[in-house]
């Protein structure tokens, strides 16, 4: 494994996370010093903690969304032809994801086959396994 594809695999999403939760993290780490102002502030002003709570939440469901749009969940896998899931790595029919219709891939000897557009997608990574019939047909023509 390089280093880009180790950086890319442990290190991007752990500070993809991090960054996530800088909002809320700085808040839970400056506690002591926040708790007399935001007291202060809660005593003159109470809608005001409560505002800067709601907008402290936005920003992060808003970077939270805003990076998880930014990485599509499916990734094109050229050898093969097909679109793999980057979360439970199943694969899926391009034919039919082109025409906006995400269909899983069934898992045969030699590759995969669409169960919508019934297109098979082979696998060069499998050898080729002739079946039973195959090998007794070719063993009574000799």
């Not at 494994?1 to 993809?16: C, Q, R, T, V």
């Not at 809660?42 to 930014?70: I, M, N, R």
């Not at 045969?108 to 990574?125: L, Q, V, Y």
């Not at 050898?127 to 019939?133: G, L, T």
Request: with cysteine; glycine share 2%; aromatic share 10%.
């Amino acid at each position: 494994m390089s280093l880009l594809e180790f950086l890319k695999k442990w290190w991007l999403p752990a500070a993809l996370v991090l960054l996530a939760s800088a909002p809320s993290g700085v808040v839970l780490l400056l506690q002591e010093a926040l708790a007399p102002a935001l007291a202060s502030l809660a005593e003159s002003q109470p809608t005001a903690v409560l505002k800067v709570f709601a907008l402290l939440l936005w920003l992060c469901l808003v970077l939270g969304a805003f990076l998880s749009l930014q990485r599509p969940w499916l990734r094109w896998d050229e050898p093969t032809g097909t679109w793999v899931s980057r979360l439970s790595s199943l694969r899926y029919c391009a034919k039919c994801k082109a025409t906006k219709i995400i269909t899983p891939l069934k898992n045969e000897i030699t590759g995969w086959r669409c169960m919508h557009c019934h297109n098979f997608f082979h696998d060069p990574a499998r050898a080729h396994i002739e079946s039973a019939k195959m090998k007794a047909a070719k063993s009574e023509r000799i």
